[in-house]
C-alpha cells in the first residue's frame, strides 16, 4: 500500500540585507502548529539580481515569496500584480499560479484585520479618521480606510506634496493638512492612525497631545519597535482602544501563508509572544 505524502512546499522572504525580517519566525511557527511539510527562509538577493531570481522562483524551489526592502517597487514592476498592490504602488506577496508569477500588498488587509481583532466595531460609526504620514504604509492604510468605508481621512505629513499626491491618487475623500493643524483636526475623530516613522526606534519622538481626542477614539500605531510607542502608552493611560504595529505585522502575513501552504492560519497569543520576546532580544 502507498501512503499519500503532502508535497513538501517552500516560500521564502527575498530583501537586500534580510537578516532583520521575522517573516522566517512567523511562517515557521505556522509551519509547526498545523504540521505542514514545508519551509520558509531569507534569500538575500542584490537589488541587479532580483528581477532574474523572481522570474526562477520555482526553479529555486519556491512556491511563493515575501518581498521587503528594497524590492517592493520592482515586485509590483515585475509581477501580475492586483488592484491592491497596484493601489498601494507596491508587492508584498507573490505566488505562483499555474505558472504565472502574481502578486498582492498585505500590509492593506494586515492593517484592518488587525483594528477587526484589536478593536471590534472599529468601523461602525467610521466618519473622520486622521492618518500621519504619507509615505508606503500611509497608502496601504488609505486603501483599506476608503474600502471600508471612511467618511473623510485628513492626511497629515511633514511633507506637504507628498500628501497631495495621495489625494491625486486616492480621491476626494483625502484631505491633506499640515502639522500644525494636528490638534483642531483630532477633536472630531474617531480613528488616528500613525503611519510616519515618528516614535520608532532611532528616530525623533512623535510629539503630539492626544488628550483632545473624545473617549471612543481608536488610536492605531504601525510602529512595532518599540511595541509600546509613546503613542500607544498615552491612549493606554486615557483608556482609549487601541491596535499597534505588531498585529499589523502577524496579520498581514496570514494571506501569504495560505497561497503557499494551503491553511489559513491563525494570529494566536502564543505566536505574538513568540515575536515579542525575538523583538526585545534585538
Ligand atoms: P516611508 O519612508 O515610506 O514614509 C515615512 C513617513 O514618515 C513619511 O510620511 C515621512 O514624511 C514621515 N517622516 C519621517 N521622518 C519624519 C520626521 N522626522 N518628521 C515628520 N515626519 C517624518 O515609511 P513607511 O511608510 O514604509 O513606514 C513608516 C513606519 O511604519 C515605519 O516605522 C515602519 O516600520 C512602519 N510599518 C509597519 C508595518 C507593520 O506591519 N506594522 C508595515 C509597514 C510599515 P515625509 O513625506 O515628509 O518624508
Redesign the pocket.
Known amino acids: 500500500m502507498t501512503v499519500a505524502r503532502e508535497a513538501f512546499r517552500a516560500a521564502c522572504v527575498i530583501g537586500f540585507p534580510v537578516k532583520h525580517s521575522r517573516s522566517p519566525l512567523i511562517h515557521r511557527y505556522w509551519l509547526q502548529k498545523y504540521g505542514i511539510a514545508g519551509d520558509y527562509r531569507r534569500e538575500e538577493v542584490r537589488p541587479e539580481d532580483f528581477a532574474t531570481f523572481i522570474a526562477s522562483l520555482a526553479a529555486h524551489g519556491y512556491v511563493g515569496a515575501n518581498v521587503t526592502l528594497p524590492h517592493k517597487e520592482a515586485a509590483l514592476r515585475l509581477t501580475e500584480a492586483d488592484d491592491r498592490a497596484r493601489a498601494v504602488g507596491a508587492a508584498n506577496t507573490l505566488w505562483l499560479d499555474d505558472g504565472r508569477l502574481c502578486a498582492t500588498n498585505t500590509?492593506v488587509e494586515?492593517?484592518i484585520a488587525?483594528l477587526d481583532a484589536s478593536a471590534p466595531g472599529w468601523d461602525t460609526r467610521l466618519r473622520h479618521a486622521v492618518v500621519?504620514?504619507?509615505?508606503?504604509?500611509?497608502?496601504?492604510v488609505l486603501y483599506g480606510l476608503l474600502e471600508r468605508g471612511v467618511g473623510e481621512v485628513r492626511l497629515i505629513?511633514?511633507?506637504r506634496?507628498?500628501?497631495d499626491a495621495l489625494r491625486l491618487a486616492f480621491g476626494e475623500r483625502v484631505r491633506p493638512a499640515d502639522?500644525a493643524e494636528v490638534p483642531e483636526a483630532l477633536r472630531e475623530v474617531d480613528l488616528l492612525v500613525?503611519?510616519?516613522?515618528?516614535?520608532?526606534a532611532g528616530?525623533?519622538p512623535?510629539e503630539i497631545d492626544i488628550r483632545v481626542l473624545n473617549r471612543s477614539a481608536i488610536v492605531a500605531d504601525?510602529?512595532?519597535?518599540p511595541l509600546q510607542t509613546n503613542l500607544l502608552r498615552a491612549a493606554a493611560e486615557r483608556g482609549l482602544r487601541a491596535a499597534?504595529?505588531?498585529?499589523?505585522?502577524?496579520?498581514?502575513a496570514v494571506r501569504g501563508f495560505s497561497l503557499w501552504f494551503g491553511v489559513t492560519p491563525e494570529v494566536t497569543s502564543e505566536l505574538r509572544a513568540l515575536v515579542e520576546a525575538d523583538l526585545a532580544r534585538r
Open positions: 500590509d494586515g492593517f488587525n500621519l504620514g504619507a509615505g508606503g504604509s500611509a497608502r496601504a505629513n511633514r511633507t506634496a507628498n500628501a502639522w500613525n503611519t510616519t516613522s515618528l516614535g520608532m528616530q525623533p512623535l504601525l510602529v512595532y519597535a499597534d504595529g505588531l498585529g499589523m505585522l502577524l496579520h498581514q
